[in-house]
């Protein structure tokens, strides 16, 4: 199996603020690589996929970069509801695998 | 709008069996589907996908042979039948939708989830 690891595992930042979460996968993934925001009680939201593209609907303030084994996920001016866990995600092969998540808290 | 609902989540025993099932609305129900795993104050775990029409199914190590996958496309519902259960499948259970009928691991939209917790 792919083994996802994402640093940080908690970040505290401010309104405003632009964040960058990594991910390295154990292997190549190509642009394989989606971006998912969980918060508790709701629904999990697929933000980025193939690496670089916004889910529609999502705030152009989200962008997703990387090939192959790294890749970021940057959060510019962040937003009051920005505050949730991310994971990403892997969907180059079967099983898919997660990284462990990043907490993203208020400073 | 697209919605998914899971519900038959509760406390059972190790050893025990519980059935989830998620009513999907809102769009074509010839997708693929995948159960995903939150462990609370932990990640995310696939757990289980299904073609469209059913005829092919997925799961991870740490289930197979105890929990069985299905879908009744004629109700747009997706279950989870899940048996020998262990301590450690204590989690929340996301119903997701696949972007194809075949199983693409994607899994866009989510569910809210329904909590199961297997404990003595």
């Known amino acids: 199996d792919i083994q996802m690891t994402q640093s940080p595992s908690s970040l505290s930042a401010s309104i405003g603020d632009t964040v960058t979460i990594t991910c390295r996968a154990s292997w190549g993934i190509s642009t394989y690589l989606n971006w998912i925001q969980v918060k508790l009680g709701r629904a999990p939201k697929l933000l980025i996929h193939g690496a670089s593209n916004v889910q529609s609907g999502v705030p152009s303030r989200f962008t997703g970069s990387g090939s192959g084994t790294d890749f970021t996920l940057t959060i510019n001016s962040l937003q009051p509801e920005d505050f949730a866990t991310y994971y990403c995600q892997q969907s180059y092969s079967t099983p898919p695998t997660f990284g462990q998540g990043t907490k993203l808290e208020i400073k | 709008e697209v919605q998914l609902v899971e519900s038959g989540g509760g406390l059972v025993q190790p050893g025990g069996s519980l059935r989830l099932s998620c009513v999907a609305s809102?769009?074509?129900?010839?997708?693929?589907m995948s159960w995903v795993r939150q462990v609370p104050g932990k990640g995310l775990e696939w757990v289980s996908a299904i073609s469209g029409s059913g005829d092919r199914t997925y799961y991870a190590d740490s289930v197979k042979g105890r929990f069985t996958i299905s879908r009744d496309n004629s109700q747009k519902t997706l279950y989870l039948e899940m048996s020998s259960l262990r301590v450690e499948d204590t989690a929340i259970y996301h119903c997701?939708?696949?972007?194809?009928?075949?199983?693409?691991?994607?899994?866009?939209?989510w569910g809210q989830g329904t909590l199961v917790t297997v404990s003595s």
């Open positions: 809102g769009f074509n129900y010839i997708y693929a």
């Open positions: 997701a939708k696949d972007r194809f009928v075949s199983w693409d691991n994607w899994f866009d939209p």
